[in-house]
């Protein structure tokens, strides 16, 4: 994230499928809310980091309003600690980040919703009215209503992502090297060990023994 990147989204005076604008941190009554929006943004589908640039009044012709003085305002850690307390499926949670701008006079402040290959990201307990084993995303600028999961479509896209099947083969390979618990040996009667990956036997790893080489 850069400065120069929010404020063209700003300067844009409309909201799109990885940004969000809010006049003011969410009150602590809207706990859900905020919660709600980091999943979708974690969800979303342009593969790429989200941001909840808070301090932007949209209904005022997207001015500034700083959040300097904001007493709901989040700083990195007390956002982290909001999201490890949701029981999110296998353990696994966003990953978050605020950053705070300066513009002269008044400060904004940006979450971070860093980009990751563990979608989709959904709970297993219900928070409020976010609800247990829903799939949220956003299309455009629109989340997934709270009691409603994403079409079919779009989940099939975010666990495709998950598996790498929307990556290049070097992608995926790189990526299924992260698990090398996953990869089994092929039994040949070649003088080379070789090895494929488990979901996905086309890819294989070949270990050739270079007699030339000492040690």
Not at 34 to 58: F, K, P, Q, T, W
Not at 93 to 106: H, T, W, Y
Not at 117 to 140: G, H, K, W
Request: glycine fraction near 4%; hydrophobic fraction near 35%.
């Amino acid at each position: 994230m850069n400065k120069s990147g929010i404020l063209d989204l700003i300067l844009l005076k409309q909201e799109g499928s990885y940004w969000d604008f809010k006049r003011e941190w969410y009150f602590q009554d809207k706990k859900a809310d905020l919660l709600h929006d980091i999943i979708c943004m974690a969800n979303n589908l342009s593969n790429r980091d989200a941001y909840i640039i808070v301090g932007v009044d949209e209904e005022n012709d997207y001015s500034f309003s700083s959040v300097k003085s904001d007493p709901n305002r989040k700083n990195t850690q007390q956002l982290v600690d909001f999201i490890r307390e949701k029981h999110f499926a296998g353990g696994i949670r966003p990953i978050v980040s605020v950053e705070s701008l300066d513009f002269g006079e008044i400060e904004i402040d940006v979450i971070v919703i860093h980009n990751s290959d563990a979608t989709p990201f959904y709970l297993t307990e219900n928070f409020q009215s976010v609800m247990p084993n829903n799939i949220y995303t956003r299309v455009m600028d629109s989340n997934t209503p709270k009691n409603k999961s994403a079409d079919l479509p779009h989940i099939e896209t975010l666990w495709k992502k998950r598996f790498g099947l929307l990556s290049s083969p070097l992608e995926r390979m790189m990526i299924y090297l992260k698990n090398p618990d996953l990869w089994k040996n092929s039994p040949n009667d070649y003088p080379t060990k070789k090895q494929y990956y488990r979901f996905f036997p086309e890819f294989t790893i070949e270990t050739v023994h270079n007699e030339s080489k000492n040690g």
